[in-house]
């Protein structure tokens, strides 16, 4: 049987690419293949020990692997039905109009080959489905207000809001802050990646219609590793299922796979552009604690409680990274007799750029790629978080801080970004503005493996916003 079209993947970039598909073109037939298997939340909460979460145990095997290549560095992201909505933490900022305009604004990369303006109905439309808790106001432009209200603000919030307005914000995030259908209200538990009270938005919970579509053929321990290519159009798609090699035919594919599967099946697919797979990596994220005079932080209701702007636009961007400001929520004690919770907890999030020695490359197993990372940090991160430690005391003067401490560098951040770049033509990037491939024009390379640019926000809305861009204007 030939399908209309043919999806590989469950997470995010797919599933909202397919909500929007199917209900445009009712009737088409489509198949679904997804590598791992439905892991229910109730399930992983039953062998959650307190130590790792379940998604990185799942995770052993690809992790194993990256780990052993570049000890430096490991890549999290949770491979099984739902992606890695089963371990985000559901952080939902948009990005800011200037993300797009990194050439036009600051001589830095390329612009994206799509704006802002083209994206909001996109992002208001995911917005809808993921119900976000966000606040009325925000440094991005937006023509409605959030489904859900805000989250409440902590007393050191509360003065930064005080003092810089919509530059520190409530975060807009879809963890919820009012019970609401498959979903309970956020009770700030700080154990997001595998949610006890089922809060967060994961597809488990709010989008599992899609798949019980008649429409639908949903295929588990599915893995694709390869398309048969001509020069311009794929047609088939390959893949094992129980250790059988299996093959299938369809009009279109669309990989939503996340980064270094896409990037594994097109490489092995015979796609020769110098651009596929180059320039992939993830933000820079570093801890910062700070003590608090006689202030409590008690009193916010979810994890990541807000977002600062402070560090984000201007100028300086053409000469070091912009920066998201998270301030946790979470369960930071200072060890000081009658001083605990007297400490704010910022996660900086720097945007990085991307370069030529970090990219994913093929490896002697058809299944999983290799992720090389040679060219680590960009000056351009590295140096934003140097002025950040110089600004941060001026931005943070309206509060008592005695002191602010750095911890080292996470070790990953979780947003995968880059390797099939968006732009205008096979000389600057991998896919178009639909991300759909330069050359093989029945395939869509979906997520954020797209991003031209990085931005300093989080980046799972925006490719769900994509996702439904194209799935409006394609089909
Ligand atoms: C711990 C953690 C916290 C995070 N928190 C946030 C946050 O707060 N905010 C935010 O914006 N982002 C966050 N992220 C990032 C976010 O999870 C990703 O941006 C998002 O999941 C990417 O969506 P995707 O659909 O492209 O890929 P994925 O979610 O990775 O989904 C890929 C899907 O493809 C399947 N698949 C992969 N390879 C194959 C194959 N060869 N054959 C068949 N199927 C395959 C997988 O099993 C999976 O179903 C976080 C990530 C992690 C790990």
């Known amino acids: 049987m030939k399908y209309d079209i043919i999806v590989v993947g469950t997470g995010f970039a797919s599933t909202f690419f397919l909500k929007k598909y199917l209900e445009k073109n009712p009737g088409k037939t489509v198949l679904v293949l997804e590598r791992g298997r439905l892991f229910p939340l109730m399930e992983r909460l039953k062998i959650r020990k307190g130590d790792a979460a379940t998604s990185e145990k799942v995770n052993e095997a690809y992790r194993k692997l990256f780990i052993n290549q570049h000890h430096e560095k490991f890549w999290k992201f949770s491979p099984d039905f739902g992606g890695s909505s089963n371990c985000w933490w559901a952080c939902t900022p948009r990005f800011m109009p200037s993300d797009f305009k990194m050439k036009t604004l600051y001589g830095i990369e390329q612009d994206w080959p799509i704006d802002y303006d083209v994206l909001d109905p996109y992002y208001e439309e995911a917005e809808d489905i993921m119900s976000i808790s966000g606040p009325k106001e925000t440094p991005f432009p937006r023509k409605k207000d959030y489904p859900l209200p805000p989250h409440l603000f902590a007393p050191p919030d509360k003065i930064l809001h005080e003092k810089y307005g919509t530059q520190y914000i409530s975060q807009p995030t879809a963890r919820a802050s009012r019970a609401i259908k498959g ?32 429409a639908v053929t949903l295929e588990y321990n599915a893995q694709v590793y390869r398309l048969t ?75 990541v409680n807000a977002n600062g702007y402070m560090l984000y636009e201007g100028d300086f961007r053409k000469d070091y990274a912009g920066c998201l400001i998270e301030t946790n929520n979470a369960t930071y004690i200072r060890p000081e007799e009658g001083k605990w919770l007297d ?38 991160a590295l140096k934003a978080f140097e002025e950040a430690k110089k600004k941060l005391p001026g931005i943070l003067s309206c509060l008592p801080v005695e002191q602010i401490r750095y911890l080292y560098p996470h070790q990953n951040e979780g ?57 409006d204007k394609l089909f």
Not at 437 to 465: D, E, F, I, K, M
């Open 229 to 303: 290519t001509t020069d311009k159009a794929a047609t088939k798609i390959h893949y094992a299922k129980d250790n059988i090699e299996l093959e299938a035919e369809a009009d279109y594919y669309i990989l939503g796979a996340n980064p270094f599967f896409n990037i594994n099946i097109l490489l092995n697919s015979g796609d020769k552009n110098p651009l596929t797979g180059v320039g992939f990596g993830e933000q820079l994220g570093i801890q910062a604690l700070i003590d608090l005079k006689d202030m409590s932080n008690a009193g916010g209701s979810t994890w």
């Open 415 to 471: 947003h995968i970004i880059g390797g099939a770049r968006m732009g205008t033509s096979e000389e600057n990037s991998v896919v178009d503005k639909y991300m759909v491939h330069h050359q093989y024009r029945n395939v869509l390379v979906l997520g954020a493996s797209s991003y031209t640019t990085y931005s300093p926000s989080n980046p799972t809305l925006t490719l769900c916003a994509l996702s439904l861009h194209t799935a």
């Open 343 to 380: 400490i704010m907890s910022f996660r900086l999030l720097f945007e990085d750029l991307p370069q030529k020695g970090n990219y994913i490359t093929t490896s002697n197993n058809k299944f999983i790629p290799e992720a090389v990372f040679n060219a680590g940090r960009s000056q351009y």
């Open 183 to 214: 979903r309970n209200q956020c009770v700030a538990s700080s154990t997001c990646t595998e949610c006890p009270v089922n809060a967060k938005f994961t597809i488990e919970n709010s989008l599992m219609s899609v798949y019980e579509n008649p």
